[in-house]
């Protein structure tokens, strides 16, 4: 087997990266963009010990799922039917649980809303020069490669209109000043809060975009970490302080680093999800809280909530919302989550976590192990780091139910939320 050679495949399922998987001989080939039971000519492009990368060439029997030809770098999975898309990440969900923790769990139906497309109320955008001048677009899947777009197609309509307004600028006039290196839009569906992210504070082009760019907020974050998209200080430039967010019955003010969930029509499902699981007069703990917002949804069920977060751009926006929203039952704990459950006297019948990629640290699981709470709720954005968690926290819990939530629709990402209670 040498690498360029072409062969004619056929995949026989969908890996958890969404790439068709062929045999070749005794070797697995991982072909991006090919569906289960499609025939393709698949070029090899590298040769591993115990597996091959290929690409397609061509395709000779289309699956009755391809759903479209056409391909977007940041929307993975445009190419399948939605349908099946849902039913992928069941498989996913329930086959990673199974591999990593040794859980055999029931798998609920995906959650989704009705918008496949166009419902990203934040995009990150990666600046870089090449023919003499500055280029805006994404980053190609798994690479530095940038893709110069004119829209985004998961982006609501009024960030792909600041796109094409950047995009004209930097087509019509030279911009040169290499320490512009992102750009990050943030939006409540109306408005627009924009991030110029720099290499360093002297950035002699702000100037340009203050006159000639229009936003209702303007930041620019300085970024000290080249491994990182932002840095952790934000000069507030132009126009307004926060990104004002009406999110069902809840008001919240976000300002430039406050985390907030990217799709509100899924949150709204899985917070109510979340919702559903906490009994009235339960005292809750809503760890990695970012602004508050699980914390708000489940106030008006829960006795008390004691909501945990460490960024202060959250919790100042978190503080913000809960006076707004008029919620007496909420206090707010600005530190991280380990430092929190190690606090005497801190106790509650549920928590809920909702962490970062990377998930719980051993810390945080012994303390769970240690002085265990009747209910725990975990939300993830990342299968495999929930899963290792789960393999931990099985020895004291037990898994009442796994719920997929399609957050981040035609793509490969996967947000679940799991109810364990106490064994």
Request: aromatic share 6%; with cysteine; hydrophobic share 40%.
């Given at each position: 087997m040498i690498e360029n050679n072409t062969y004619e495949l056929t995949a026989f399922e969908l890996d958890y990266q969404g790439q068709g998987i062929c045999k070749l001989n005794d070797l697995l080939v991982f072909v991006p963009k090919l569906l289960k039971d499609e025939k393709a000519i698949v070029r090899i492009k590298k040769v591993k010990k115990n597996y091959c990368e290929g690409e397609i060439v061509s395709i000779i029997e289309p699956s009755i799922d391809r759903f479209s030809t056409l391909t977007y770098p940041n929307a993975t999975l445009y190419h399948l039917n939605p349908k099946e898309e849902l039913k992928w990440q069941e498989r996913i969900t329930k086959e990673t649980i199974k591999k990593i923790s040794d859980l055999d769990v029931k798998v609920n139906q995906t959650l989704a809303g009705s918008k496949e497309t166009n419902y990203r109320n934040k995009v990150t955008l990666h600046v870089r020069f090449f023919n003499d001048r500055l280029n805006l677009g994404v980053f190609e899947n798994k690479s530095h490669k940038l893709n110069?777009?004119?829209?985004?197609?998961?982006?609501?309509?009024?960030?792909?209109?600041?796109?094409?307004?950047?995009?004209?600028?930097?087509?019509?006039?030279?911009?040169?000043?290499?320490?512009?290196?992102?750009?990050?839009?943030?939006?409540?569906?109306?408005?627009?809060?924009?991030?110029?992210?720099?290499?360093?504070?002297?950035?002699?082009?702000?100037?340009?975009?203050?006159?000639?760019?229009?936003?209702?907020?303007?930041?620019?974050?300085?970024?000290?970490?080249?491994?990182?998209?932002?840095?952790?200080?934000?000069?507030?430039?132009?126009?307004?302080?926060?990104?004002d967010v009406k999110f069902e019955h809840l008001k919240f003010k976000l300002y430039p680093q406050a985390f907030f969930q990217i799709n509100f029509e899924a949150s709204i499902l899985m917070y109510d999800y979340i919702k559903s699981n906490v009994d009235n007069n339960d005292v809750v703990i809503d760890a990695y809280a970012g602004v508050s917002s699980i914390g708000q949804y489940v106030s008006d069920v829960a006795s008390k909530v004691i909501s945990i977060?460490?960024?202060?751009?959250?919790?100042?926006?978190?503080?913000?919302?809960?006076?707004?929203?008029?919620?007496?039952?909420?206090?707010?704990?600005?530190?991280?989550?380990?430092?929190?459950?190690?606090?005497?006297?801190?106790?509650?019948?549920?928590?809920?976590?909702?962490?970062?990629?990377?998930?719980?640290?051993?810390?945080?699981?012994?303390?769970?192990?240690?002085?265990?709470?009747?209910?725990?709720?975990?939300?993830?954005?990342?299968?495999?780091?929930?899963?290792?968690?789960?393999?931990?926290?099985?020895?004291?819990?037990?898994?009442?139910?796994?719920?997929?939530?399609?957050?981040?629709?035609?793509?490969?990402?996967?947000?679940?939320?799991?109810?364990?209670?106490?064994?």
């Open positions: 110069q777009i004119d829209e985004d197609i998961l982006a609501l309509p009024v960030i792909n209109e600041k796109i094409k307004q950047l995009n004209k600028l930097f087509s019509t006039v030279t911009l040169t000043d290499r320490s512009l290196e992102h750009i990050v839009l943030r939006t409540n569906g109306i408005e627009v809060l924009t991030i110029f992210v720099t290499s360093k504070k002297q950035w002699k082009e702000k100037e340009f975009f203050l006159e000639n760019y229009e936003s209702a907020s303007i930041y620019q974050n300085i970024k000290e970490d080249s491994a990182k998209n932002l840095g952790n200080r934000n000069i507030f430039l132009k126009g307004k302080r926060t990104l977060e460490s960024n202060h751009d959250a919790v100042i926006s978190a503080k913000e919302s809960i006076e707004v929203n008029h919620i007496k039952n909420l206090e707010i704990l600005e530190q991280t989550v380990e430092d929190a459950l190690k606090t005497d006297g801190l106790k509650a019948d549920v928590i809920v976590f909702d962490p970062p990629k990377a998930g719980l640290n051993q810390t945080i699981i012994d303390a769970l192990i240690k002085n265990p709470v009747n209910k725990i709720i975990y939300a993830s954005c990342d299968l495999k780091s929930l899963s290792r968690d789960l393999m931990y926290l099985k020895e004291v819990y037990e898994v009442e139910s796994v719920q997929p939530v399609k957050m981040f629709y035609r793509t490969v990402e996967n947000e679940t939320v799991v109810v364990l209670k106490l064994k």
